[in-house]
């Protein structure tokens, strides 16, 4: 066989519900010069026949065996005996998309390493209408130990890194950020991309002893990647209320829960102040994975008394100022709205109307694809579009006259410098905003809490 160029690299232990779904979104990839190594990690299932099928089928797949236990070595044993330049990783329940090697090879060329964005799935495979995106342009050092915005099966790395630092085997979580915090530490900058590259599978949510350790261990390697001070203690606290409120919104027992959340607090940020908008964001993330669905007006008697009580006691030991709690349930409910809801919104009575979409970036691009479905003719301004060797069907800079029957609709969540310049468009920020109050009529009074029920 050929030298591939692209070695992709799966860890797999008793991953038979998934493993087939995932190597074959690997061997559909449009660049067919690759190779997909799978590291068998002592599976007691189906994992291993499904694997020697699939190796027997198509010879770019290559099976090594690990007993390492843990996905870090996994890939670790992969790594050692992959062939190729470039190295993408995907997880055995994860899938990658059509195109996903050949965008993250091209925006990988400068700096050796990239990372683009992603879908979430349910358990079952389902789309839960979620796309995930890195930072705009590349993620170095500094951006990286604030949070890690990369997701492992979305990633691409070139194998001159990865001689130089490997997964830690022995890491009790989070062996990806361990790994990049090494590796950008060295200067490893990732270009992002916004393609859609992967599909990310919620599994059901983490004990909570591993909530502790996974939050000891991510405050080690933050510690040991930071020379600032001020920027550490900003991780930690930020890690720390998300693990916090993941270990109180996840279990049975919502008191138990919520003590063992406190302990963590206590322990790692005693004196944490939560931010509305952060909390908020913290809240939706851990009722995603508590749920394995997106948060929702339709599913809300499942997540609003835990959240409640959660909020409750953070209020009561001074984290959330009660002024605060009102904000923080406007932009959880923002954030329960679905793209889907907001542009099924923006698109009604559009029919015999040309749809002018302002701004092409994801929100842009979703309406756009919609739009091109219903059969309504789609004209878009962007400013990109000024610049030489840009195109795009239907695209002019945002100077470009709207046409006598255009139905204007500004895309970006940050439009403030865009509703002077067309006035009367209609404006995605505001459409999630009016969803949203429907959500927060069900948040209401529970979520929003005592002082506004005193009121």
């Not at 190295?87 to 329940?93: G, K």
């Amino acid at each position: 066989m050929p030298e591939p160029r692209v070695s992709v690299v799966i860890p797999a232990h008793n991953a038979e519900a998934t493993i087939e779904r995932t190597v074959r979104s690997a061997l559909a990839q449009e660049l067919r010069d690759i190779e997909v190594v799978v590291a068998e990690d002592a599976s007691t299932d189906a994992t291993p026949r499904i694997l020697a099928d699939l190796s027997r089928e198509d010879p770019r797949v290559r099976v090594v065996q690990s007993q390492s236990r843990s996905a870090g070595g996994a890939r670790n044993a992969a790594l050692a005996v992959t062939r190729a330049a470039w190295i993408q990783f995907l997880d055995a329940d994860d899938r990658l998309m059509p195109g996903a090697s050949r965008a993250l090879l091209t925006a990988a060329q400068e700096t050796g390493a990239a990372a683009g964005g992603w879908t979430l799935d349910g358990p079952s495979g389902d789309d839960l209408d979620l796309v995930m995106t890195p930072p705009a342009d590349s993620v170095a050092l500094a951006r990286l130990i604030d949070d890690n915005p990369i997701a492992m099966s979305a990633t691409l790395v070139a194998r001159r890194w990865l001689d130089r630092e490997r997964f830690d085997p022995a890491a009790p979580a989070a062996a990806d950020y361990d790994l990049w915090l090494r590796l950008c530490a060295h200067g490893m900058v990732f270009r992002t991309t916004p393609d859609l590259v992967a599909g990310y599978r919620l599994a059901p949510g983490t004990n909570s002893k591993r909530h502790a350790e996974a939050l000891a261990f991510i405050r080690e390697i933050i510690l040991r990647a930071s020379a600032d001070p001020a920027q550490t203690a900003r991780a930690v606290e930020s890690q720390t209320l998300r693990f916090a409120t993941a270990a109180a919104l996840t279990g049975d027992d919502t008191g138990a829960a919520c003590d063992r959340a406190i302990f963590l607090l206590d322990e790692h940020a005693p004196g944490l102040r939560a931010a509305p908008a952060r909390l908020a964001s913290r809240t939706f993330e851990a009722t995603l994975h508590a749920i394995c669905a997106r948060p929702t007006a339709d599913n809300i008697s499942r997540w609003r008394a835990r959240v409640a009580a959660w909020w409750d006691v953070l209020e009561e030991r001074g984290t959330l100022a009660p002024e605060s709690r009102a904000q923080a349930a406007q932009h959880l409910a923002c954030q329960c709205v679905a793209p889907g809801a907001i542009v099924e919104h923006l698109l009604r009575d559009a029919q015999g109307c040309t749809v002018v979409i302002i701004g092409h970036g994801r929100n842009g691009r979703r309406l756009e694809h919609e739009a091109r479905a219903r059969n309504l003719p789609v004209q878009i301004r962007d400013d990109r579009y000024d610049q030489c060797g840009v195109e795009v069907s239907g695209g002019a800079p945002m100077s470009a006259r709207l046409p006598d029957d255009g139905l204007p609709i500004i895309t970006p969540a940050r439009d403030g410098s865009l509703v002077a310049r067309f006035q009367g468009a209609r404006r995605w920020s505001a459409a999630q905003f009016d969803l949203a109050a429907e959500v927060q009529r069900f948040l209401t009074p529970a979520v929003v809490g005592s002082s506004i029920r005193a009121a």
